[in-house]
């Protein structure tokens, strides 16, 4: 009786401490991540100082930052890349595709100059990281994913940190989601030969598209496309750009 009463004390003293050691391990990584999140932002202040010239923004939007300094990026990126997720570059996703570097988030997400009531269309779900940060500004994120398993995989890490106002589509994005145009703002994160028209349309009047558009593995021009009141379209190049290309039976 005495041994199994001394067996069920120790058991329960490897499991409290057990327990105790994987929250302290817990806690250490969040402080990990942490760091290394605000070193990203850093980094991607001192870029978009230097991009000045090109991009005509010294600095990003205090609503901007905060949302990329919320997001947590190494809940969406493989296991094997965890360990980067928060340098300021682009990392492998599989199936060929990558994140893109938190800098080219941050301009992206700048440039379509969103707001909290609007609702965004992105063509590229790839990790789901775009996405997280817009839903952090605006009022409903609509995604589009050719690529099944990413589409899949981005959608349950989305569900997992609750971005409850992300909604993602497995389907070719050339053709946009009518469904719920138009957009306040569209957003592509992959490199289009030319505009796709049913994005154009599925704009609203005076609505943003940002978009790559360039020769496939080629440098590309990050364009931002302003649709005016009366429907009328312009385009203004703001850097050079590398994307992977925007794939599909287009």
């Not at 327990?19 to 990584?29: D, G, K, L, P, R």
């Not at 001192?46 to 997001?71: N, R």
């Given at each position: 009786m005495k041994f199994i009463l001394s067996y069920k004390i120790s058991l329960f003293a490897v499991l409290i401490f057990w327990?105790?050691?994987?929250?302290?391990?817990?806690?250490?990584?969040?402080?990990d991540y942490a760091i290394k999140r605000k070193a990203m932002i850093?980094?991607?202040?001192?870029?978009?100082?230097?991009?000045?010239?090109?991009?005509?923004?010294?600095?990003?939007?205090?609503?901007?930052?905060?949302?990329?300094?919320?997001?947590?990026?190494?809940?969406?990126?493989?296991?094997?890349?965890?360990?980067?997720?928060y340098e300021n570059r682009p990392l492998p996703i599989g199936y060929g595709q990558t994140i893109s570097q938190p800098f080219i988030v941050a301009l992206m997400t700048e440039l379509l100059n969103v707001g909290k009531d609007d609702n965004v269309l992105e063509i590229g779900t790839g990790s789901g990281y775009q996405a997280a940060v817009l839903a952090r500004l605006?009022?409903?994120?609509?995604?589009?994913?050719?690529?099944?398993?990413?589409?899949?995989?981005?959608?349950?890490?989305?569900?997992?940190?609750?971005?409850?106002?992300?909604?993602?589509?497995?389907?070719?994005?050339?053709?946009?989601?009518?469904?719920?145009?138009?957009?306040?703002?569209?957003?592509?994160?992959?490199?289009?030969?030319?505009?796709?028209?049913?994005?154009?349309?599925?704009?609203?009047?005076?609505?943003?598209?940002?978009?790559?558009?360039?020769?496939?593995?080629?440098t590309q021009q990050l364009l931002l496309v302003t649709k005016d009141k009366d429907g009328s379209v312009r385009t203004r190049q703001i850097l050079p750009v590398v994307f992977v290309p925007l794939t599909g039976k287009h």
């Open positions: 327990m105790f050691q994987s929250f302290f391990i817990s806690a250490s990584f969040a402080d850093d980094a991607i202040s001192h870029d978009a100082a230097l991009a000045e010239s090109a991009t005509g923004i010294k600095k990003f939007s205090p609503m901007v930052m905060e949302a990329l300094g919320s997001v947590p990026r190494h809940e969406m990126v493989p296991d094997n890349v965890k360990k980067n997720a605006v009022r409903s994120v609509f995604t589009m994913e050719i690529v099944e398993p990413l589409g899949l995989r981005a959608r349950q890490a989305l569900k997992f940190l609750s971005y409850s106002n992300v909604e993602v589509k497995i389907g070719d994005g050339y053709y946009g989601w009518e469904e719920y145009a138009p957009f306040d703002a569209i957003i592509v994160t992959a490199a289009a030969s030319h505009i796709p028209p049913p994005l154009v349309r599925q704009l609203k009047p005076g609505g943003r598209m940002v978009i790559p558009v360039g020769a496939q593995f080629y």
